[in-house]
T-cell receptor, first 114, second 115 residues
Framework: ETGVTQTPRHLVMGMTNKKSLKCEQH?????MYWYKQSAKKPLELMFV???????ENNSVPSRFSPECPNSSHLFLHLHTLQPEDSALYLC?????????????FGPGTRLTVT | KQEVTQIPAALSVPEGENLVLNCSFT??????LQWFRQDPGKGLTSLLL?????REQTSGRLNASLDKSSGRSTLYIAASQPGDSATYLC??????????????FGTGTQLKVEL
């Protein structure tokens, strides 16, 4: 247990569905991250929230919409996805300033788009 | 643009062997480097973090070294065990002051330790 939880752990959705991924951290951190991990590719950073403000958006398609209502929770809203969006989606958290800013990861949500 | 490379991509060793995993990065202006372990279909577990001012970090059977000027880090695993089988990832945080939030990851080394 790293102190970062993600739900659901597995999700299968059609291209016309709308679903949301949830991440919660219990570490007192104030920065949260969404990453995408596709087969045989490096982890890709999607979004970064620091002190509940989005500070990075790495050219992610608008069919992915993040939401950070407070420093402990992060959501990724999904709609009209494509089969190539099938991947492992990982959430992470860290301190946003000072120190090593070591990132702690959740177990991920395995998403399959049919 | 920072690029991180890990060699080899896959490695299979007998139990008990000492082994070295390699990570190289193209931009030496890093704040720190982190080694992670990932089991199949799971999230990442942080193993060791080395600040740019440090040369190495140790945790149990693991030792990570950093040579920032040459853009290289190694992860040494002593007396390998089947439970060490996993994918090992390295990631660098950019910038001399750590102001960036973005970690750049390598593609990982998939390790299998056989009985």
């Amino acid at each position: 247990e790293t102190g970062v939880t993600q739900t659901p752990r597995h999700l299968v959705m059609g291209m016309t569905n709308k679903k949301s991924l949830k991440c919660e951290q219990h570490l007192g951190h104030n920065a949260m991250y969404w990453y995408k991990q596709s087969a045989k590719k490096p982890l890709e950073l999607m979004f970064v929230y620091s002190l509940e403000e989005r500070v990075e958006n790495n050219s992610v398609p608008s069919r992915f919409s993040p939401e950070c209502p407070n420093s402990s929770h992060l959501f990724l809203h999904l709609h009209t996805l494509q089969p190539e969006d099938s991947a492992l989606y990982l959430c992470a958290s860290s301190q946003s300033q000072g120190g090593a800013r070591e990132q702690y990861f959740g177990p991920g949500t395995r998403l399959t788009v049919t | 643009k920072q690029e991180v490379t890990q060699i080899p991509a896959a490695l299979s060793v007998p139990e008990g062997e000492n082994l070295v995993l390699n990570c190289s990065f193209t931009d030496s202006a890093i704040y720190n480097l982190q080694w992670f372990r990932q089991d199949p279909g799971k999230g990442l577990t942080s193993l060791l973090l080395i600040q740019s001012s440090q040369r190495e970090q140790t945790s149990g059977r693991l030792n990570a070294s950093l040579d920032k000027s040459s853009g290289r880090s190694t992860l040494y695993i002593a007396a390998s065990q089947p439970g060490d089988s996993a994918t090992y990832l390295c990631a660098v945080r950019p910038g001399l002051t750590g102001g960036g939030n973005k970690l750049t990851f390598g593609t990982g080394t998939q390790l299998k330790v056989e009985l």
